[in-house]
């Protein structure tokens, strides 16, 4: 069975620029989240869809960023326009809608900008 | 904030037993302990999880104290493989999921 998957898993943009995030959840996980580690920080949550509607979207830093999840399969994340304090890596992660719901995490987009 | 604490970093042989101890003495009653690693740059991996009886799978055992207030996370023979962040996690309980990451402890498996 395939895991999460992310793409790309680098990308390098300018200030101002926008960019975005692909997460293909393992097939059959209703929920998907997207957290990120910036530099020198902790892994931090950002938010999380059941399907396609959002659950929780506490972690979101600002308007900046806007998550989808049309059709309740794979998710984007959109950064519009990319700030410098954006750089860090994002790890996306999905769980079953039953039993304890483990996340497993996909291999992470690390995310420069210049 | 996370919910847990645990030493910044830990040393062990290869071939060893690695005992890795977590604080968690808030948590709540519903609320389950896991056990993340994350070697290099890699994404967190699952290694295991618990709420009250100790649990063994392939990777790893879990032994949770009788009043759940600590844990240890055991690697029994330890590769160095296994040098890693590991992140103990108390999640949240009801229908929020969202995994809180502390600092972790960075074992570091030597030869």
């Known amino acids: 069975e395939a895991g999460v998957t992310q793409f790309p898993s680098h990308s390098v943009i300018e200030k101002g620029q926008t960019v975005t995030l692909r997460c293909d959840p393992i097939s059959g996980h209703d929920n998907l989240y997207w957290y990120r580690r910036v530099m020198g920080k902790e892994i931090k949550f950002l938010l999380h869809?059941?399907?396609?509607?959002?659950?929780?979207e506490s972690g979101m830093p600002n308007n900046r960023f806007l998550a989808e999840r049309t059709g309740g399969t794979y998710s984007t994340l959109k950064v519009q326009p990319a700030e410098l304090e954006d750089s860090g890596v994002y790890f996306c992660?999905?769980?079953?809608?039953?039993?304890?719901?483990?996340?497993?995490f996909g291999p992470g987009t690390r995310l420069l900008v210049l | 904030d996370a919910k847990t604490t645990q030493p910044p970093s830990m040393d062990c042989a290869e071939g060893r037993a690695a005992n890795l101890p977590c604080n968690h003495s808030t948590i709540s009653g519903n609320e389950y302990v896991y056990w993340y690693r994350q070697i290099h740059s890699q994404g967190p991996q699952y290694i295991i999880h618990?709420?009250?009886n100790n649990e063994t799978n392939e990777m790893a055992s879990l032994i949770i104290t009788e009043d759940r207030k600590s844990s240890t996370l055991i690697l029994p023979h330890a590769t160095l493989r296994d040098t890693a962040v590991y992140y103990c996690?108390?999640?949240?309980?009801?229908?929020?999921?969202?995994?809180?990451f502390g600092k972790g402890t960075l074992l570091t498996v030597n030869p």
């Open positions: 869809f059941v399907k396609e509607s959002k659950q929780d």
């Open positions: 992660a999905s769980s079953q809608n039953r039993g304890r719901q483990t996340q497993y």
């Open positions: 618990g709420l009250k």
């Open positions: 996690i108390v999640r949240e309980g009801g229908s929020n999921y969202k995994l809180t």
